[in-house]
């Protein structure tokens, strides 16, 4: 199984001039910092591809949907509940995510994690971090130790975060 886990850019070139970011971020490509994301190349704006936004199964961490929230969206509303026991975000009946309107993410600021570190994703067969094959335009991200950093600490938390929920079931049910 493969965890999804689209390193937009928060801070654009045009919001960033170049002069005033720090010399290492003039050599990072698009996921070289993934928390508080500094790009200096959108792929998915340059491409227009909005493709992993429909039919999407990124999974979601408690603090992702405590994060969404937050921002007075009902649970319900956007995460349902996979058949291995995780938590996913719902596709709306016109095939995409529930924050997606069709041009943009409507939470890009808040976007689970897993968004902003997609396409790079955690590939469970080889328990490696891998780019997507599903991402037309994966060469072009960077698969960088930031990435697999946090992945390494975003693919945990999803398994411990599903232990405790099936745990807490089983309580519910005895
Ligand atoms: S599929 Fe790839 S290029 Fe397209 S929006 Fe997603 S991450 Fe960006
Ligand atoms: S939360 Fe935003 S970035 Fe993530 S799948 Fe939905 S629309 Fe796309």
Redesign the pocket.
């Known amino acids: 199984m493969v965890f999804p886990i689209?390193s937009y850019i928060d801070i654009h070139m045009e919001e960033a001039p170049l002069s005033d970011l720090p010399l290492f971020l003039l050599f990072t490509d698009c996921n070289e910092i993934t928390d508080g994301v500094f790009c200096l190349k959108n792929?998915?704006k340059t491409?227009s591809?909005?493709?992993?936004c429909y039919h999407t199964e990124m999974l979601l961490l408690r603090e992702d949907i405590d994060r969404i929230a937050g921002l007075g969206f009902d649970e319900q509303f956007f995460s349902i509940s996979t058949p291995d026991g995780f938590i996913a975000l719902k596709n709306s009946r016109m095939g995409r995510c529930v924050f997606h309107d069709g041009t943009k993410c409507t939470i890009y600021e808040n976007r689970p994690k897993g968004c902003k570190l997609?396409?790079i994703i955690f590939d469970e067969d080889t328990m490696l971090a891998v780019r997507d094959e599903l991402?037309?335009?994966?060469s072009e991200f960077a698969l960088s130790h930031s990435s697999k950093r946090q992945l390494g600490i975003v693919y945990p938390q999803l398994l411990r975060e599903k232990s405790q929920r099936n745990g807490a079931e089983k309580e519910s049910i005895a």
Not at 49 to 52: D, K
């Open positions: 689209c792929v998915c491409h591809c909005v493709s992993c997609y396409p991402c037309p335009y994966r």
